[in-house]
Nanobody, 125 residues
């Protein structure tokens, strides 16, 4: 069974930076495309960023493009989301997700196979 564990969330002031991490159990991490999603209270889960199996391709939601960077370290079975120039509207629970067949850049939550429990990111104004 694949398990995803996020860490690194917290409280930060607007304009600040935060990096969240997602550690993935199992020996096949490099076969997964990985994604980050977020969900604020009363809203649907929304796509943030995705990265293919090698890390060579990424895709971002327009709302975070130029501010957030997704990366992965296949030797550490970990995917990261570096968040800069944070805004209060970035406040949400951030979830990482894994999809088997890692060549693509999936942006739809329904196609992901595994999910973490989420980590809270709060940006104060």
């Amino acid at each position: 069974q694949v398990q995803l564990v996020e860490s690194g969330g917290g409280l930060v002031q607007a304009g600040g930076s935060l990096r969240v991490s997602c550690a993935v159990s199992g020996r096949t991490f490099s076969m997964y495309a990985m994604g980050w999603f977020r969900q604020a209270p009363g809203t649907e889960r929304e796509f943030v960023a995705t990265i293919n199996w090698s890390g060579g391709s990424t895709y971002y939601a327009d709302s975070v493009k130029g501010r957030f960077t997704i990366s992965r370290d296949n030797a550490k079975n970990t995917v990261y989301l570096q968040m800069n120039s944070l805004k209060p509207e970035d406040t949400a629970v951030y979830y990482c997700a894994a999809r088997r067949g890692g060549a693509g850049l999936p942006r739809t939550a329904a196609v992901y196979d595994y999910w973490g429990q989420g980590t809270q990111v709060t940006v104060s104004s």
